[in-house]
């Protein structure tokens, strides 16, 4: 409807197609239309139900249902960079698949006629092309009698004229006020010197309106004031020629004065009359400035009028241009209705598919992988967020506000005899010692107590494998079994239970029988005994005595102890302590109690170094925690 290919080739030597400028815009329409719910509906009424979705031919709202189906199973894009519209449709059945698309093609392209038929069109251009033919015309006429009364053909030549004689007069005007000021300086001058010509004091000065009479009395006088000088050279004051001459110098300088007074008053005079034709001659030049400046207001007036005017006749003559061009196109329109041409058409008509577009196995196996993958590490991630247990050793500082000493893995061995540690495993142990030692540097600590909130968090098997650490490097160690309730370094170190801690502290045996020596270099143990263990408690006097005792012999004394809440022994065994290291399990405990643990020592004034995270759990490959 919207292309138009002329017959008449003779003009242009050749064939010459105009075309709509909006076919992007047409394409996307024609897009639209195709998924209209009325077409589709249409379709299916012509194939019919029980050919497209047997299921959903009984009940009421089958028709509905069907039309949903198809819409979601329909695909209508325009191809970019092309007058082509692509139309897919999927079905189980690849032969139903394209009898609906060819269906829909046919559907369409009589609405498409239906569409763009609209017979009121051609008449509704067409007297509007009319009413836009004689408004072009009145103005026209307009312009063309404006430009003939104000002679517009030579309108920029006036203009450049009173420019011209603007700038000439302006400059004239400032040559004449400038004279004016030089005469009233002059005047000003003359008359300020009206005294002093009357008193006599400007005898013998030249100016420019001494007349020639003047200049010869001039030089008379000098003439006689020389003579007189020449008599007294040789006569007496009172002497007739002195006196003759003086009276001459008298006559003579009172004939100047008065010829200087008369051609003094005769200057004020010229030079008056000459400052007030000048004046007048200013003010003419303003009056003739005013009447130029007021000429080219008239001609600025109008040429903004003319430019009005102009715009006014371009306006019209595009509003025309536009309806004959909108009747031509409806003319076209009217003449394809009626002669049921489209310019729409079938590139490829719909063809079953060689193979199922979907499912596509491969792409779904690839795709459950990926997505598995990044699932586990999402949930790993989502758990150390929303989780309220140590995940990490920033937990521990957020929470505790203590530092984290070391982060042990999972995978450390649970039998600390054995040492078989990995080395990153290691590595953590050797920075508990860096950390330690730096407090024991700065403050001389030397006993320290290892302990945990609750039970379970893995106390002992952190406070062995941290001195065979020690003991390794080369430092005396002991480690004491304080937790009497529940020991179990005697296990770990295969040593004998008993002469133990309280033995000693019950005053049964020696300090040399209670410390046992293990199989690793320097590593000393105290076991905690069997003697009165369930009713022993830490408050007697000689546990002063065995610490200030042992503190001789070893760079390090390190105590495990029962957890914090499930008794008092570690609150009054870390009252003798120069501090404590906490114990936390990862992803066990909460850390509101290992928090309120930490409060219950501070209470006391007991100094909490800082804390272990044990048994860290790799959820994802440490090697991914490093690069996120």
């Given amino acids: 409807e919207n292309i138009f290919k002329p017959t008449d080739t003779t003009a242009g030597g050749g064939d010459q197609i105009h075309f709509d400028s909006a076919r992007e815009e047409r394409i996307n329409s024609e897009v639209e239309i195709l998924k209209g719910r009325n077409i589709i509906e249409s379709v299916i009424n012509d194939l019919g139900i029980n050919t497209l979705y047997p299921k959903m031919a009984k009940g009421p709202l089958s028709l509905g249902k069907a039309t949903l189906t198809c819409e979601s199973n329909l695909s209508i894009s325009a191809i970019k960079d092309s007058s082509i519209i692509s139309i897919k449709f999927q079905h189980k059945d690849p032969l139903i698949a394209a009898q609906f698309v060819n269906k829909l093609v046919s559907v369409f392209l009589e609405h498409h006629l239906k569409v763009y038929k609209d017979p009121a069109k051609y008449s509704f251009f067409d007297d509007q092309v009319k009413l836009q033919r004689n408004s072009l015309r009145d103005s026209e006429k307009t312009l063309e009698a404006f430009k003939e009364q104000n002679s517009i053909s030579s309108l920029a030549r006036q203009k450049e004229l009173l420019l011209d004689q603007i700038s000439g007069l302006e400059i004239a005007l400032s040559e004449t006020n400038s004279e004016i000021s030089k005469n009233e300086g002059e005047l000003k001058s003359l008359k300020e010197s009206s005294y002093e010509v009357s008193s006599g004091k400007i005898m013998g000065k030249e100016t420019e309106l001494n007349p020639e009479v003047m200049s010869s009395i001039r030089n008379r006088l000098s003439e006689l004031r020389l003579e007189e000088q020449a008599l007294l050279a040789n006569y007496t004051e009172q002497s007739m020629r002195v006196r003759h001459i003086r009276q001459e110098i008298e006559k003579a300088q009172n004939l100047l004065d008065k010829e200087e007074q008369i051609y003094h008053n005769k200057a004020i005079t010229s030079i008056g009359h000459n400052l007030n034709a000048l004046k007048s001659e200013a003010a003419t030049q303003k009056k003739q400035l005013a009447i130029y400046q007021q000429k080219l207001n008239s001609v600025n007036s109008k040429e903004r009028e003319l430019k009005e005017l102009e715009r006014q006749f371009q306006i019209d003559e595009e509003n025309y241009q536009l309806y004959v061009k909108h009747m031509e196109e409806a003319r076209i329109s009217r003449a394809m209705d009626t002669q049921k041409i489209a310019n729409v058409s079938v590139v490829e008509p719909a063809l079953p598919p060689i193979k199922p577009v979907k499912p596509k196995k491969l792409l779904n196996i690839i795709l459950s992988i990926f997505l598995g993958i990044f699932a586990g590490f999402g949930s790993g991630f989502l758990f150390e967020v929303l989780s309220h247990t140590f995940n990490s050793i920033e937990d521990i500082t957020k929470h505790l506000d203590l530092p984290a000493f070391a982060a042990i893995p999972e995978f450390e061995p649970h039998n600390p005899v054995d040492f078989k540690l990995s080395p990153q495993v290691l590595s953590e ?71 133990g801690l309280t033995e000693f502290l019950l005053g049964e045996k020696s300090l040399d029988i209670v410390i046992k020596q293990t199989s690793f270099k320097n590593l000393s143990v105290v076991t905690a005994g069997i003697s009165h263990a369930n009713f022993f408690t830490f408050e007697s006097q000689s546990l002063y005595s065995f610490i200030e005792k042992i503190k001789t012999f070893f760079d390090w004394i390190l105590f495990d102890c029962s957890s914090i809440h499930s008794c008092n022994d570690s609150s009054i065994l870390a009252e003798k302590m120069d501090g404590v290291v906490m114990v936390a399990q990862a992803e066990s405990t909460r850390w509101e109690v290992v928090q309120r643990a930490k409060e219950r020592l501070e209470d006391k004034k007991i100094k909490v170094l800082g804390a272990v995270l044990n048994r860290r759990k790799m959820h994802i490959p440490d090697w991914i925690y490093q690069r996120l």
Avoid: W
């Avoid at 540097?441 to 952190?462: H, N, Q, R």
């Avoid at 004491?480 to 309730?485: F, G, L, M, Y």
């Fill in 429 to 499: 142990y050797l920075r508990l010692k860096q950390h330690l030692t730096t407090f024991a540097a700065d403050e001389k600590m030397k006993t320290i107590l290892f302990s945990a909130a609750a039970k379970g968090e893995g106390t002992s098997i952190v406070i062995s494998n941290f001195a065979i650490t020690l003991a390794t490097g080369g430092d005396k160690v002991l480690l004491v079994d304080a937790n009497i309730r529940n020991p179990s370094l005697h296990k770990l170190f295969k040593l004998e239970k008993k002469d």
